[in-house]
C-alpha cells in the first residue's frame, strides 16, 4: 500500500509536469500553423493597407520595435549600470539595501501603470504621442533588469582579484572601470539582452505613448508601431485578413525573443570568465 | 580627498537617483489622482457603479474581477506549479530532464503577453463558449474564467522559479535520513520536503499573485470588458489592469482620466506591498 501511494505520487508528478508543457507545444504548434502561411518577403517589406484590405505588411511594426528598443537601450544600459555600480558599492550600508528592494518594487511594477507614468510624464507635457515616450516607458522596465545584473556579476568578482590590483598601486575608481568592469561585461550584457528579449514583447506600456502609426516613421518625436502593438490592434480587429497577419508577426515577434534570449545563454557560457 | 572617496560620492548619487524615481512614480500618481480620491474618497474602493457619462466611479467591480482572475489563475495553477517544482528540484535533480524541463519553462516565462492573449481569444475562448453553452449562459466565449485559464499558464513560470530552488536548497541529510527508516519518497515530500519548503512556496505564490493582478494585455483581451461585477465566472468582467487598458485613451472628462489613475494607484500599491511581503520571505528562507 506505502509502495503504491508513493508509485501514484510520482506518476502524478511526472503527468502533471508534462501537462504544463501542453500549452506551450499547443501555442508554438498554433503560431508555427498560422504565422508560417502569412509570412513572405512581401510581408516583411510593405507597409499595412487600409482596414478591410486584404495585404500589406508590417514594415512599420519591425522598424517601430528597433527604433523603440534602440532609443530604450540608449537611455537605460548607461543608467543601469550606474544603478548596479551604486548597489554593488553600498551592499552591505543601509542606503544600499532599501534601494536594492526599491529595484525590486521597480520591477514589480504593472506594466500598465508604466504606461501611465510615461504618459503623464512625457506625453501629457509633448502634447502628442511619441516614440521616445514609449521608448521611456520600456526603459523603466529595463533599468532594474540591467541594475540587477550589473550587481550580480560584479559581486561574482572574485575579491582577490580586486586585492592584487588594489596592492599594485592602483586606485580603488581604476580597479572599478580597469578591472571588475571588464571582467563583468558579460554577464552585463546578457542581462541586457535578456532585457530586450523582456521588453520587445511588452504591450501595455506602449498603448498610451508610442500609439501605433501605419506609416513608416524614424522620428522619434512622433508615434510609432511595434510588432507586440500590432497584434494586439489587429487581433481586436473584426477583420479576418488582419488576423492571419497578427499570426504572422507573433511567429516574427517569438523568433526574435528566442534569438535575443539563446544569445544570452549561449554568450553567457562561452564568455564565462575562467578565473 | 582620495579617490576612493570621490568615487563614493559620485556612485552615490545612483541611491538618490533611484529613490527619486520611486518616489516621483508614487507622488505622479497621487498628484494625477487628486481629484477623483477628493470627490469619491474612501468610497471610490466600494461603490458598485462605474459610470463615466454621470461621472460616478467606484472600482469595487474590477476589484473583485482582479480578485476572481488571480485566486482562480493561482487555484488552477498550483497543483502543476508544485509538480513541476518536484520534478525539476527533487525527482530529477541535476539530471537531463529537469534541464530540458526548465528551459522549457523559461521559454514559457519569455512569450508576450499579447501573444498568449492572442491564442486565448482564437483557440481558449471557442472551448469556453461550448461550456457556457452547456450551461446556459450567454456565449460569449470571453469570461472571467478564460482570462483566469490564460493567466494560470502564463503565472506557473513564477512560482517554479522560487519553488524548485528552496526544494533543491533541502538538506541531503534530513532527506537520507527519513529515507533510511524505510520511508517512501511520497512520505519524504510530505513530511520533509513540503513542510520544510513551505515558505519559499508561498513565497513563490505570493510573486505569481502579484503578476497576476498586474497582468494586463492578455486578460484585456479575453475577458470581455463588462464594467459591472460579474454574476458568474463564465460571464464577462473586468479587471483594474483591463479597464484601464480599455478605456485611458477614451476618457475626456478630467475625473474620468483622475478616476483611471486612481486605479493605476491602487494597482501599484497592491503590488508593492505583495512584493516586500515576499522579498522579504524569499531573503529569509535562501
Known amino acids: 500500500m506505502k509502495i503504491f501511494k508513493d508509485r501514484i505520487f510520482k506518476f502524478l508528478v511526472i503527468f502533471l509536469s508534462f501537462l504544463t508543457l501542453t500549452p506551450l507545444f499547443f501555442i508554438f504548434y498554433i503560431i508555427l500553423k498560422n504565422g508560417l502561411s502569412s509570412i513572405n518577403l512581401k510581408f516583411f517589406f510593405s507597409l499595412p493597407k487600409p482596414p478591410g484590405e486584404i495585404g500589406g505588411g508590417i514594415l512599420n511594426a519591425i522598424a517601430g520595435t528597433f527604433l523603440l528598443l534602440f532609443f530604450a537601450s540608449l537611455i537605460s544600459i548607461p543608467i543601469g549600470i550606474f544603478f548596479g555600480m551604486f548597489l554593488y558599492e553600498f551592499k552591505e550600508k543601509k542606503i544600499g539595501k532599501i534601494c536594492n528592494i526599491l529595484i525590486d ?18 506625453v501629457k507635457k509633448m ?31 572574485p575579491f582577490s582579484m580586486i586585492e592584487t590590483s588594489l596592492s599594485l598601486g592602483s586606485s580603488y575608481p581604476r580597479t572599478i572601470f580597469k578591472v571588475i568592469l571588464p571582467i563583468s561585461i558579460n554577464g552585463i550584457l546578457s542581462g541586457v539582452l535578456v532585457g530586450l528579449g523582456r521588453i520587445s514583447g511588452e504591450t501595455a506600456p506602449l498603448l498610451f505613448t508610442a500609439f501605433g502609426n501605419s506609416f513608416l516613421n524614424f522620428n522619434i518625436c512622433k508615434p510609432v508601431s511595434s510588432l507586440s502593438l500590432l497584434i494586439f490592434t489587429y487581433t481586436m480587429s ?38 | 580627498m582620495s579617490f576612493e572617496k570621490i568615487y563614493k560620492r559620485i556612485i552615490a548619487i545612483g541611491g538618490v537617483l533611484i529613490i527619486g524615481l520611486l518616489l516621483s512614480i508614487f507622488i505622479t500618481l497621487f498628484i494625477n489622482s487628486s481629484i477623483s480620491i477628493k470627490k469619491f474618497g474612501f468610497s471610490f474602493l466600494i461603490n458598485k457603479t462605474w459610470d463615466p457619462v454621470f461621472e460616478n466611479f467606484g472600482a469595487f467591480p474590477f476589484i473583485v474581477g482582479t480578485l476572481l482572475t488571480s485566486i482562480i489563475s493561482l487555484i488552477i495553477s498550483i497543483p502543476f506549479s508544485l509538480s513541476v517544482s518536484l520534478f525539476i528540484g527533487e525527482y530529477y535533480k541535476d539530471t537531463i530532464f529537469s534541464k530540458i524541463f526548465e528551459t522549457f519553462i523559461e521559454i514559457l516565462a519569455v512569450i508576450p503577453s499579447v501573444v498568449f492573449g492572442l491564442w486565448g481569444l482564437f483557440y481558449l475562448a471557442p472551448i469556453v463558449r461550448n ?19 490564460v493567466l494560470s499558464i502564463m503565472i506557473i513560470p513564477y512560482t517554479i522559479s522560487v519553488g524548485k530552488e528552496v526544494i533543491k536548497l533541502i538538506p541531503t541529510d534530513l532527506k537520507e535520513a527519513a529515507f533510511s527508516f524505510g520511508a517512501t519518497h511520497y512520505e519524504v515530500i510530505k513530511k ?53 487598458a480599455n478605456e485611458f485613451l477614451e476618457a475626456i472628462t478630467k475625473i474620468h482620466i483622475s478616476a483611471l489613475i486612481e486605479l493605476a494607484l491602487i494597482l501599484f500599491v497592491i503590488t508593492f506591498i505583495l512584493n516586500l511581503i515576499a522579498n522579504n520571505i524569499i531573503k529569509k528562507v535562501v
Open chain 1, 105 to 122: 518594487v521597480l520591477q514589480s511594477i504593472p506594466s500598465i501603470v508604466i504606461g501611465i507614468i510615461a504618459y503623464l510624464w512625457i
Open chain 1, 127 to 157: 502634447g502628442h504621442f511619441s516614440a521616445i515616450a514609449g521608448s521611456v516607458a520600456l526603459s523603466l522596465i529595463f533599468l532594474p533588469i540591467i541594475a540587477k545584473a550589473t550587481k550580480e556579476t560584479f559581486e561574482m568578482v
Open chain 1, 238 to 275: 473584426p477583420y479576418e485578413d488582419w488576423h492571419r497577419q497578427a499570426w504572422g508577426c507573433a511567429f516574427v515577434l517569438i523568433i526574435l525573443i528566442l534569438i535575443l534570449n539563446s544569445i544570452s545563454k549561449v554568450g553567457l557560457k562561452k564568455w564565462k570568465v575562467k578565473f
Open chain 2, 131 to 149: 461550456l457556457q453553452i452547456k450551461f446556459s449562459l450567454p456565449p460569449t466565449g470571453v469570461s472571467v474564467f478564460t482570462a483566469s485559464l
Open chain 2, 192 to 244: 520533509i520536503i513540503l513542510p520544510y519548503a513551505k515558505s519559499g512556496i508561498i513565497a513563490g505564490f505570493l510573486l505569481s499573485f502579484g503578476r497576476a493582478i498586474g497582468e494586463t494585455m492578455a486578460v484585456t483581451m479575453v475577458i470581455g470588458n463588462v464594467n459591472t461585477i460579474p454574476r458568474s465566472i463564465f460571464l464577462p468582467g473586468n479587471t483594474i489592469a483591463s479597464v484601464i
